[in-house]
């Protein structure tokens, strides 16, 4: 299947508009009494009246429908480190989608340092604006640093590099398990991958940090560059260290390509071409592969098919089984802000998977995720994770 070259048509979009968002007034201000009560001096009175009760910024500010998307432009798409200016069409997409398919007003914060103490201090410094911090293309493995040092900020702050793809991810797991009748928990699942997405993925699919978790995958199999993640190896980050918790249970040693054989799934958020047909056919019959490199993935499908897989998933929008970002978060920022949630929790992501997979009446092999436009996907996962968020306070 011939896929398109996007690109000059992306570099004419940008040119003709210069970015892809803007900031537009509320209301229109054409005489003396609306410019006076829109700024001074009639303004002096919700200032007044937030100094009083800070909770009131709620109340007569954009802050509770204001998302600020961060970056520093260290792991931008597949594009690596190019730095903050360059990170910018992507925040301004990213906030354009925060609006269309939630109604929430975002705007890309592209930070011009790489230092993580930096970074939480910049973010700490611009918070009493905004409702949520949505962290964007950040590097592993400080964008663990950055977001766990910011959890205590009173709203929801969320790496979607890590959990919107992690959440997407387990509802098309949910749904390829159903169409090939099989039981999810008892898969053997391959992640190639040990950063930022890698690892939440399988933080979510194991269920860890849950007291009863429904979908509790038992044998999943982390991968980084050097091979199978293992308590043998000297090389781990402190990260990769922790996953062990709740990976690789067995001590499994190699490569990719070992850990393969014989597995039902494969999960890539790694590297282009990486695969064969070869390398499907040392997989369990009917294996899922979800190839999620971006923009080219691990292995194209009709290379996967040919090898035998029976469901494939990428990130390409061009593709069947398009594993989005885009069905995630912007329900689950929706429902966190509507319920005024000081976090997002890892109940509040495994409801959104599940509202995610439930949107697809009735799934098949090319068809286990909603397209990116089905408009019930945000209003369900924000309803899933709004009443997950009330339970919780």
Do not use: W
């Not at 910018?88 to 997409?93: C, F, R």
Request: proline share 5%.
């Amino acid at each position: 299947m011939a896929v398109k070259d996007y690109s000059q048509d992306s570099l004419d979009l940008h040119r003709k508009y210069q970015g892809k968002i803007s900031v537009r007034p509320k209301m229109r201000v054409t005489t003396k009494d609306d410019l006076s009560t829109v700024y001074s001096p009639g303004v002096a009175a919700p200032c007044e009246a937030i100094a009083a009760d800070p909770e009131e910024v709620y109340t007569y500010t954009i802050k509770g429908n204001t998302v600020a998307v961060v970056s520093d432009g260290s792991a931008v798409l597949g594009l690596g480190n190019i730095g903050a200016a360059a990170a910018i069409p992507v925040m301004e997409g990213k906030a354009m989608l925060f609006k269309n398919f939630a109604g929430i007003d975002a705007f890309p914060i592209c930070i011009a340092s790489q230092d993580t103490q930096e970074i939480i201090r910049t973010v700490r410094n611009i918070a009493p604006v905004f409702g949520g911090i949505n962290l964007e293309d950040i590097s592993a493995p400080h964008c663990f640093e950055v977001e766990a040092a910011l959890q205590d900020l009173g709203i929801p702050v969320f790496h979607d590099d890590q959990h919107g793809t992690a959440v997407v991810v387990l509802a098309g797991m949910i749904n390829a398990a159903k169409v090939l009748g099989k039981n999810l928990n008892d898969m053997k699942i391959v992640i190639n991958g040990a950063g930022a997405a890698g690892i939440a993925i399988a933080k979510l699919l194991t269920g860890y940090g849950l007291k009863r978790p429904k979908i509790k995958v038992r044998d999943v199999i982390l991968c980084d560059r050097t091979g199978v993640v293992h308590r043998d190896r000297p090389d781990l980050n402190s990260f990769k260290i922790d996953a062990l918790q709740f990976t690789n249970l067995e001590g499994v040693h190699g490569s990719v390509f070992d850990a393969l054989r014989g597995a039902d799934v494969f999960i890539g958020v790694s590297q282009a071409n990486l695969l064969s047909a070869a390398d499907i056919k040392t997989m369990a019959r009917d294996a899922i592969v979800f190839a999620l490199a971006n923009p080219t993935p691990e292995i194209m499908p009709e290379e996967a098919y040919k090898g035998g897989a029976a469901i494939v998933g990428t990130g390409r929008s061009d593709l069947p089984n398009q594993v989005n970002n885009v069905l995630g978060f912007p329900g689950i920022f929706r429902g966190a802000l509507d319920a005024r949630a000081p976090r997002i929790t890892m109940e509040m992501k495994l409801a959104a998977a599940h509202a995610i997979a439930s949107c697809v009446k009735e799934p098949h092999r090319e068809y286990i995720i909603p397209g990116a436009f089905d408009k019930a996907v945000p209003r369900k996962v924000a309803k899933a994770v709004y009443k997950v968020a009330m339970k919780g306070k």
